[in-house]
């Protein structure tokens, strides 16, 4: 198990910093914004409710970067470097390294540049068309809804369910922490919905039901949960959850 | 920020210049173009702001069949509102508000990353994307509350969202004493990025001299 699965309820941190800034280095605005854009020229986008078709943009971009590809990244951290680097280090350490696996760029031409622009030489070359940043700007309007078709559902509202245990893969939206615990379906989603990718045994990826599933901090918790009414609500897909046999 | 590891004199320069030359060369083979990072960032400090979910906390104060819809309809609630084009764009396609009432507190979390209702909210603030945040308000939301300034009573019920899913939420606070007669743009004002998460109240507006009662 991977500790950015189950961060959720760790214990001995010490207290939160409240940093209430976005950005706590000028640098870090330029990687969100890369990030934003590899998003809105990304190919999966073909497959979107709002059509949209990035190659005829005019990117060279031909890769899928999604959320899942960003947090696939973070996720295969060693767990002492996740908290060892600020939020946007571990974003730039993803993209460029993704950037250079699928070949967009080299890790010496990355590093040469690096380099220059690390002694004040070199300036960023300029080219490119407008149809690019129409592209990533029509993305941020019109977003990119996973919902597909009418939803399917298994569990009503009402009934108890038991949250599994699938196989660790790479990737999951299951928060580590409630596995193995019961709940109660708070709500069912309208439709049902697709994920970026396949997570494999993990089981995203097509249209599933989703539910708001309410917890009892004492369910998951046990002694140690704090006094007084605190329930949890999490949105979970369908192949994570199943039927309590009481 | 908390200093836990060891890092080189260089840190934020070194990687100044890895996000700069990264940038340049994806210009260079044409995958985005010079100004697209920039009309990115501007989106975000031009349109979606956390003014956008001040201005929705506000008529929900003010209004409450708008209140009522925004509870069971976010998104049809805020498309009733002069807002930027967009509301309903990325990380706003499934936007959900939550409630706060008379001894109720929503929290809103993201342990397993940094989910964040864009168009209402912006972007997320560092403190949100915190692993020790995350992980703390998960198992002891009350405390984490406390720590932060919002200290609650036993039967206050916090209730705690995780989105781990599709949807986004994002938390409207209770209206503060003190406000009545104000107009929606004087009750915006007073709205805060940390209120619509849930880690902050929105304070009663200190009383001006003169207004003494």
């Avoid at chain 1, 990117?59 to 973070?74: E, I, M, N, P």
């Avoid at chain 1, 298994?154 to 108890?160: A, H, I, L, N, S």
């Avoid at chain 2, 509870?71 to 508000?97: K, R, S, V, Y």
Wanted: aromatic share 10%; proline share 9%.
């Amino acid at each position: 198990m991977k500790l950015q699965h189950a961060l959720g309820g760790l214990e001995g941190l010490g207290p939160v910093d409240f940093e209430k800034n976005v950005f706590v280095e000028d640098w870090e605005k330029r990687i969100f914004g890369i990030h934003v854009a590899l998003m809105g020229l990304s190919s999966s986008l073909r497959d979107s409710l709002p059509g949209y078709d990035p190659q005829a943009a005019g990117t060279t971009f031909r890769s899928t970067w999604t959320w899942a590809d960003l947090r696939k990244g973070a996720e295969a951290m060693n767990p002492f470097d996740y908290f060892k680097f600020r939020y946007y280090e571990k974003w730039l350490g993803g993209i460029s390294a993704y950037c250079v696996e699928q070949g967009y760029l080299s890790a010496d031409e990355l590093a040469q540049a690096a380099g220059q622009l690390h002694e004040g030489t070199g300036t960023p070359p300029s080219s490119g068309g407008a149809g690019i940043d129409d592209q990533v700007i029509r993305y941020l309007r019109e977003g990119d809804s996973p919902r597909r078709g009418p939803a399917t559902p298994r569990f009503p509202v009402g009934d108890t369910v038991l949250v599994a245990d699938p196989p660790h893969g790479a990737h999951t939206r299951l928060p580590g922490y409630l596995r193995g615990h019961r709940g109660v379906i708070q709500s069912v989603a309208e439709g049902n919905y697709a994920y970026f990718c396949s997570t494999g045994g993990d089981g995203l990826g097509d249209p599933v039901p989703v539910y708001v599933v309410r917890f009892e901090p004492a369910e998951i918790w046990g002694d140690t949960a704090e006094a007084g009414p605190s329930p949890l609500y999490a949105e979970l897909y369908e192949p994570y959850l199943l039927p309590a046999t009481d | 920020m908390t200093q836990q590891f060891d890092y080189p004199p260089d840190r934020e320069a070194d990687s100044a210049a890895k996000v700069r030359a990264l940038e340049a060369l994806l210009i260079e083979k044409g995958v985005i173009t010079p100004t697209t990072v920039d009309k990115v960032l501007g989106y975000f400090e031009s349109e979606m702001t956390p003014l956008n979910g001040k201005k929705i906390v506000a008529r929900a104060w003010v209004d409450p069949a708008f209140a009522e819809l925004l509870a069971n309809d976010t998104p049809a609630a805020i498309a009733q509102l002069d807002l930027p084009q967009g509301m309903a764009g990325a990380e706003g396609e499934h936007i959900a508000a939550v409630i706060n009432q008379p001894g109720v507190h929503n929290l809103v979390i993201c342990t397993l990353c940094s989910c964040f209702p864009w168009p209402v909210l912006g972007l997320p603030p560092y403190w949100y994307k915190d692993p020790t945040f995350r992980a703390r308000a998960a198992r002891e939301p009350r405390t984490v509350l406390t720590e932060l300034g919002v200290p609650l009573d036993d039967t206050t019920e916090v209730r705690v969202w995780d989105a781990s899913g599709h949807s986004r939420w994002f938390v409207v606070p209770a209206r503060p004493a003190g406000t009545e007669g104000w107009t929606e743009e004087q009750l915006a004002g007073l709205v805060t990025t940390e209120s619509m998460i849930g880690v902050a109240i929105v304070p009663p507006p200190p009383i001006e001299a003169g207004t003494a009662r």
